[in-house]
């Protein structure tokens, strides 16, 4: 039985993985700031605090054998692209990184699993909708577009670093627009699929949602089961990554909201409005992962809609009855 960390085990995909990492049969403890939102995912120890704190830190990595680092301040592109939030982005993340790292590393921490992001790519590569480039070795140069996507990628060198330096075992995945129950849904760091579902889910038959920009941008969005399917994958591999873990179904925004209004059985009307894009487009390269580990995502995004839209779709009716 392994002992195993999961930083972040209070939001979304921590959460899915704490029940995955459950049902293999290890010992798990999650660390967050809260608690789960939606659920109460089975960990056998849960402990509310902050990793940015050292002492918290510290006290965290004992007696562990892997971390899953998944602790980050984000959100979805209202949260992430607006330039509000950059001081605390760059901040916060940066400090969970670098107390988990070090504080692991003292205390002989086996292997450290790092959650990236796709925002680290180079906004050059994702200007047209149509052909955008997220191969993992279009990395450099960087220019990632927000400051999310900076602090991920300085973190992705602070954890080969280690590696490096102390022969700390490092895996690394970039993750492309992860989705599905029990996710946020409101409040401003929804992402694109939650958000598109809770706008369908809210309206009337015959009315309009909000789209921000043309909704010509475009992306890929993956499931979180095949999210979690990836992780463990990698964990288990003997590749360092970084590896792309997303979807390469790549659909327009104004898609993602007809394919929601399809799934609703609704009839809407989109209305554009300006609000934060982040890049025109962006789409999981997925060559090297099925190289490398022999496996790629497959599950449909129509699938996986279905799935969100039903779970969200409840969550507004739910908040409609306490209004």
């Not at 001081?87 to 086996?110: D, M, P, R, W, Y």
């Not at 889910?201 to 010509?216: M, N, Q, Y």
């Amino acid at each position: 039985m392994k002992r195993i960390l999961v930083n972040g085990g209070g939001g979304f995909i921590g959460g899915h993985l704490i029940k995955r990492l459950k049902a293999e049969g290890n010992w798990v403890r999650g660390v967050d700031l809260k608690r789960h939102d939606f659920a109460a995912p089975p960990a056998d120890e849960f402990i509310v605090a902050d990793l940015r704190d050292q002492n918290v830190a510290r006290a965290a990595v004992q007696g562990i054998d892997e971390i899953y680092q998944l602790a980050a301040d984000m959100g979805g592109a209202g949260y992430l692209f607006t330039g509000a939030h950059d001081a605390a982005v760059l901040h916060n993340s940066a400090t969970i990184n670098l107390n988990t790292l070090e504080f692991g590393h003292q205390a002989g921490v086996k292997k450290f699993f790092y959650s990236s992001s796709a925002c680290m790519y180079p906004e050059y590569n994702q200007t047209d909708p149509d052909n955008p480039k997220c191969s993992e070795d279009s990395a450099y140069p960087a220019a990632p577009d927000s400051e999310y996507g900076w602090e991920k990628l300085f973190s992705e060198r602070l954890y080969l670093a280690y590696a490096r330096n102390y022969g700390t075992q490092v895996r690394i995945a970039r993750f492309h627009n992860i989705f599905g129950p029990e996710g946020t849904w409101t409040g401003g760091k929804e992402k694109a699929p939650a958000a598109m579902c809770r706008k369908v889910a809210e309206a009337p038959d015959g009315a309009s949602i909000e789209v921000w920009g043309d909704g010509l941008q475009t992306r890929s969005f993956l499931y979180i089961d095949e999210c979690v399917e990836g992780v463990r994958r990698l964990m288990e591999s003997d590749f360092t990554g970084p590896v792309n873990i997303g979807s390469e179904e790549m659909v327009t925004i104004n898609r993602l909201a007809e394919m929601a209004m399809d799934i609703a059985g609704k009839k809407l009307t989109l209305r554009h409005i300006e609000g934060p894009l982040g890049v025109r487009g962006r789409n999981s390269d997925n060559r090297l992962i099925q190289s490398r580990l022999g496996w790629a995502p497959h599950y449909p995004l129509r699938a996986g809609l279905e799935r969100t839209y039903a779970w969200i779709a409840a969550q507004v009716a739910h908040s409609a009855t306490l209004a």
